[in-house]
């Protein structure tokens, strides 16, 4: 089994190289076979490193069909990012001053797994799941049951992103400070900068992603 793991971040890691760079477009198909026959492996090591790279959010399976490159656009990006600024900015505003210290306490307790799982490297299929947790755990007593339902979905939309950023922009302590430095704030009662705070939060995850995938596009 340690010998499958070891090949499989090999190809995980060659595979991954080879997208960023350009020599898969978007929507391209994996064959399994054929890049077991690349990579000199069986099917089983390609298979786990596809699901590595499925969790990274640059794979995506389609039932019946199998791997493909995901479809990947800066445009895309910078659209859902504003979004979410214009959105979470909004009820954050709301939120704040109706924060209850067990609101606050379980936004901390958020954090602290997060941070636990960023900081080993682990669970990277969750990382955008705890991201949301919670961000939604500061934005909960907003009372905008609607727009709230509008940033789930966004943030769903999203989700991949937010994981590559952290994984390739390298920024993964710079996220976890302004988390912190967010639930500081809120504690505090301070809306105009934790608004703020969160706006160029947003703003650089987007920016750090888009530059990762302009220097694969022009590679391309």
Same mark, same amino acid.
């Not at 490193?49 to 069909?65: I, K, N, P, Y």
């Not at 656009?73 to 959105?87: N, T």
């Not at 789930?152 to 992103?161: F, H, I, V």
């Given at each position: 089994m %340690?010998?499958?793991?070891?090949?499989?971040?090999?190809?995980?890691?060659? !595979?991954?190289?080879?997208?960023?760079?350009?020599?898969?477009?978007?929507?391209?198909? !994996?064959?399994?076979? %054929?890049? %077991?026959?690349? =990579?000199?492996?069986?099917?089983i090591p390609v298979r786990e490193a596809l699901l590595t790279l499925e969790s990274e959010g640059l794979v995506e399976f389609h039932a019946h069909r199998g791997a493909f490159t995901t479809e990947l656009?800066?445009? %895309?990006?910078? /659209? !859902?990012?504003d979004l979410r600024i214009l959105l979470e900015t909004y009820v954050l505003r709301y939120a704040i001053p109706n924060l209850t210290a067990a609101d606050l306490?379980?936004?901390e307790g958020i954090l602290r797994q997060y941070d636990a799982a960023l900081d080993s490297g682990s669970q990277i299929d969750n990382w955008s799941d705890y991201n949301c947790a919670f961000h939604h755990a500061l934005y909960a007593?907003?009372?905008l049951p609607e727009t709230l339902a509008m940033v789930g979905q966004l943030n769903t939309k999203?989700?991949? =992103?937010?994981?590559?950023q952290l994984l390739y922009t390298r920024?993964?302590?710079?996220?976890?400070? /302004?988390h912190r430095e967010l639930l500081q704030l809120a504690r505090q009662g301070n809306i105009d900068q934790a608004c703020q705070l969160l706006?160029?939060?947003?703003k650089d995850a987007a920016e750090g992603i888009a530059a990762v995938l302009d220097k694969s596009l022009r590679s391309a």
């Amino acid at each position: 089994m %340690a010998t499958f793991k070891t090949r499989a971040q090999h190809v995980a890691d060659d !595979l991954r190289e080879r997208i960023l760079g350009g020599e898969f477009k978007g929507g391209s198909q !994996l064959r399994q076979d %054929a890049l %077991a026959r690349d =990579y000199d492996v069986s099917r089983i090591p390609v298979r786990e490193a596809l699901l590595t790279l499925e969790s990274e959010g640059l794979v995506e399976f389609h039932a019946h069909r199998g791997a493909f490159t995901t479809e990947l656009s800066v445009a %895309a990006i910078r /659209e !859902l990012f504003d979004l979410r600024i214009l959105l979470e900015t909004y009820v954050l505003r709301y939120a704040i001053p109706n924060l209850t210290a067990a609101d606050l306490d379980r936004a901390e307790g958020i954090l602290r797994q997060y941070d636990a799982a960023l900081d080993s490297g682990s669970q990277i299929d969750n990382w955008s799941d705890y991201n949301c947790a919670f961000h939604h755990a500061l934005y909960a007593s907003s009372a905008l049951p609607e727009t709230l339902a509008m940033v789930g979905q966004l943030n769903t939309k999203a989700g991949r =992103y937010i994981r590559m950023q952290l994984l390739y922009t390298r920024e993964i302590e710079k996220a976890e400070q /302004e988390h912190r430095e967010l639930l500081q704030l809120a504690r505090q009662g301070n809306i105009d900068q934790a608004c703020q705070l969160l706006e160029t939060h947003i703003k650089d995850a987007a920016e750090g992603i888009a530059a990762v995938l302009d220097k694969s596009l022009r590679s391309a």
